[in-house]
């Protein structure tokens, strides 16, 4: 398995407090992801990095960011927790883009 | 806009039945295609991922292909096993703004039944 691990793995928070997630990776890839799962939505990619310090948005970014100071580490922060944000959310990497990607094993968030 | 649809949504099968998965892309023009099990609580496994120049890719008991001109993957699972019960994901690579993201289908949900 590659070596990703997103912590915590579960977390309950109040509406309108931060929130910060972390992936860490060993593998030394370049591209890390993070994406959220809904029933019914499917995963959706929230931001991306290409590189150290080099992020960019995806598809549903509104109250999200994110920073990468290192290599192995993708923050992702709610500045303001809601409840349309409880979902699971994952970190993915890949080593070249559109390469093959690896994903961890998901952070359960609830905010209520 | 890259579109990835897996039909059906859930299957149930007996135990031993050979059986197809299905993805479908809306833009041909795609650089590889990934297919991934997901375990209930668990993050993503990747199974397969055959390149736009492949027409198929095999491991073990699992066979994926691809046919970019109909806008097509299959996932071919099999003897299926009760241990195979899982929810499938296939992901296509989007280009954009540099970067390749990856757009999933909403998966189908199998069961094998014992």
């Known amino acids: 398995d590659a070596g990703i691990t997103q912590s915590p793995r579960h977390k309950v928070t109040e509406t309108g407090t931060p929130v910060t997630l972390r992936c860490h990776q060993t593998?030394?890839?370049?591209?890390m992801y993070w994406y959220r799962q809904d029933p019914g939505h499917g995963l959706r990619l929230i931001h991306y990095?290409?590189?150290?310090?080099?992020?960019d948005k995806g598809e549903v970014s509104d109250g999200y960011s994110v920073s990468r100071s290192k290599t192995e580490d993708f923050l992702l922060t709610l500045e303001s927790a809601t409840s349309s944000q409880t979902s699971v959310y994952f970190c993915a990497i890949s080593e070249i883009t559109g390469g093959e990607a690896f994903f961890g094993q998901g952070t359960r968030l609830t905010v209520v | 806009k890259q579109e990835v649809t897996q039909i059906p949504a859930a299957l149930s099968v007996p135990e031993g039945e050979n059986l197809v998965l299905n993805c479908s892309f809306t833009?041909?023009?795609?650089?590889?295609l990934q297919w991934f099990r997901q375990d209930p609580g668990k993050g993503l496994t990747s199974l397969l991922l055959i390149q736009s120049s492949q027409r198929e890719q095999t491991s073990g008991r699992l066979n994926a292909s691809l046919d970019k001109s109909s806008g097509r993957s299959t996932l071919y699972i099999a003897a299926s096993q009760p241990g195979d019960s899982a929810t499938y994901l296939c992901?296509?690579?989007?280009?954009?703004?540099?970067?390749?993201?990856?757009?999933f289908g909403t998966g189908t949900r199998l069961k094998v039944l014992a």
């Open positions: 593998e030394n890839h370049r591209y």
């Open positions: 833009d041909s023009a795609i650089y590889n």
């Open positions: 990095s290409y590189g150290v310090k080099d992020t």
């Open positions: 992901a296509v690579p989007m280009y954009s703004s540099g970067t390749y993201k990856y757009i």
